[in-house]
């Protein structure tokens, strides 16, 4: 599978599909990469301040974790370039015009865009306008 660097192309191929399930961000100030492995987080990061994990909301209650915020998982199925310019802001962007906030994981082969779950459709519906605007 080639990567995408092209923003046109990477716009008009993006096809955002909406994830199952209410992801949460948890923070950990003790733990360190590999702990609370049996969360089996979609995506960690190592702060200074901490292990963040994001994760399904249910393996959050399962494993009594504080999180703030649920969250819905709209992936990019276009293999996105990790030197691609521009992407991230086109949807940040898009997104912002409409009062959605962004968080965005790009992972080897595709982005991930986490919006609050009460605004996922919605969101969904911008992703597919800016496909349908740009492409």
Do not use: W
Not at 58 to 83: P, T
Not at 94 to 107: D, H, M, P, Q, T
């Amino acid at each position: 599978m080639s990567t995408e660097k092209d923003l046109q192309q990477l716009l008009k191929a993006m096809s955002p599909e909406l994830l199952a399930g209410d992801y949460v961000f948890c923070s950990l100030p003790l733990a360190n990469y590999g702990d609370y492995a049996t969360t089996k987080p979609i995506a960690s990061f190592q702060e200074a301040e901490g292990l963040s994990l994001v994760m399904l909301e249910e393996m959050a209650k399962h494993h009594q974790l504080d999180y703030q915020g649920l969250y819905r998982c709209i992936s990019l199925r276009v293999h996105s370039s990790l030197e691609a310019v521009g992407l991230t802001a086109k949807i940040a962007t898009k997104l912002r015009e409409k009062g959605i906030s962004a968080n965005v994981i790009a992972a080897y082969f595709h982005d991930h865009i986490f919006v609050p779950s009460a605004r996922a459709k919605e969101a969904l519906s911008a992703l597919l306008e800016l496909s349908d605007e740009d492409g």
